[in-house]
């Protein structure tokens, strides 16, 4: 762990399901049904800003889903290429983020990554 990079972070993608016809187990994001693509990897996780709110419009609706950028140092970045979108970034807290946007640049990995509801 490092001032830079304070978080630890596991990228895995989740495995697709077979949409078969009839009754079918849950087919959502289960850490069960993910394979580890990176695991261990220093990190910084960064507020980006407010998603759009709910289209319900409901008086408990949160305001709206927060985007964050992720940042991995190019020493354990893994290769360009390999975070996709759709993979699945655990912290070291246990909260989850959806890859939304990856890229990298001559720094390693800076993607952006939307938080999941759980």
């Not at 630890?8 to 079918?24: K, L």
């Not at 289209?55 to 992720?70: H, I, V």
């Amino acid at each position: 762990m490092s001032f830079i990079y304070p978080r630890r972070v596991t990228i895995s993608r989740p495995v697709s399901v077979d949409p078969s016809v009839g009754a079918q187990p849950y087919g959502g994001l289960s850490p069960s049904s993910e394979t580890v693509i990176a695991r261990n990897l220093p990190a910084s996780i960064q507020f980006d800003r407010l998603g759009k709110p709910p289209l319900a419009g409901l008086p408990a609706d949160a305001e709206g889903r927060g985007t964050w950028k992720l940042f991995i140092p190019l020493a354990k970045s893994p290769k360009p290429g390999m975070i996709q979108k759709r993979d699945v970034v655990t912290d070291d807290t246990g909260q989850r983020y959806a890859v939304i946007n990856p890229y990298w640049n001559s720094l390693g990995f800076a993607g952006r990554i939307e938080e999941l509801q759980t």
